[in-house]
């Protein structure tokens, strides 16, 4: 069973559009993680996530998208970003180039929070014009209620994300220099919660920041420090508690993707009369 693209010759390739609608597109960032993981965390996480699918379901998987849109790492050294505008641009002709081999569900594994805004915008311009629908799956978002030992799930460089390095690729985790850094504050009243939202008055605003605005590790809560402290102990995270947490995001992906394969949306019909039913 052959479920990588890049491992299929054209012939392979053109039996397996012919038997399947649907696709995967693993999308990742090359960024900062902390002090101790490696800058291709995030696209190292989401191809492992997608291939792994892929083995369990026969789904076709395409070639991994390294790069993301991450300009708010940039203080730290590695960083490698695209613009919105470009990412938006790329993703939406690999779209192109699957609609013409009649693919009509697209799956976007995505490793980096940053790509959603260029993804969606994609994803929607090929429903308007091909009539793909895609869907976008962030593995965090599949344990989002689900603190990991106290912790954010989605906390960047933190005790999920650690895990699934150390599931995707141990050797780009070093963790005698594991810290999770606590979001650093720099005025009383308006706090900051994370790179993106600040708190004052018991209300809150969006404040757009650059990750070094917030951490001088690289590694962030993504929560205000009332909230969630920082912490060094990484003790629980092991390889076996890795491979579990893996295997659960798998599974519940195999899941979904066998069902979204099928999955369809009624015909549009807008109407005075049909959105008065909704009165009665």
Not at 106 to 118: D, L, R, S
Request: charge should be negative; charged fraction near 25%; include cysteine.
């Amino acid at each position: 069973m052959v479920s990588e693209l890049s491992n299929m010759t054209w012939a392979e390739a053109g039996k397996k559009f012919r038997e399947t609608r649907l696709a995967i597109v693993p999308v990742g960032s090359v960024e900062q993680h902390g002090l101790h993981l490696g800058l291709g965390s995030d696209w190292i996480e989401a191809w492992n996530i997608a291939k792994r699918v892929g083995e369990k379901t026969d789904a076709l998987v395409l070639p991994v998208m390294s790069y993301g849109v991450s300009a708010h790492h940039q203080d730290f050294p590695g960083v490698i970003t695209l613009t919105p505008s470009t990412l938006e641009e790329v993703i939406f002709e690999i779209l192109t180039s699957l609609n013409r081999y009649g693919i009509e569900r697209v799956v976007f594994i995505n490793g980096h929070g940053g790509n959603t805004g260029a993804i969606t915008a994609a994803a929607r311009r090929a429903k308007e014009e091909y009539g793909i629908l895609s869907a976008i799956s962030h593995w965090w978002d599949v344990l989002r209620d689900r603190p990991i030992f106290g912790q954010p799930v989605i906390a960047h460089a933190g005790y999920a994300e650690t895990a699934f390095m150390l599931a995707s690729r141990p050797e780009a985790v070093k963790m005698d220099l594991a810290v999770l850094s606590a979001t650093k504050q720099v005025d009383e009243d308006i706090q900051l919660v994370s790179l993106l939202e600040a708190k004052f008055k018991g209300g809150y605003v969006h404040l757009p920041t650059n990750t070094a605005d917030v951490s001088d590790t690289g590694s962030m809560t993504e929560a205000h420090p009332d909230d969630v402290q920082g912490t060094k102990d990484y003790s629980k995270i092991t390889k076996e508690f890795a491979d579990n947490l893996m295997a659960e995001i798998v599974d519940w992906l195999c899941e979904f993707v066998e069902k979204f394969e099928g999955f369809e949306l009624p015909p549009v019909e807008v109407s005075e009369e049909k959105a008065r039913k909704e009165l009665e």
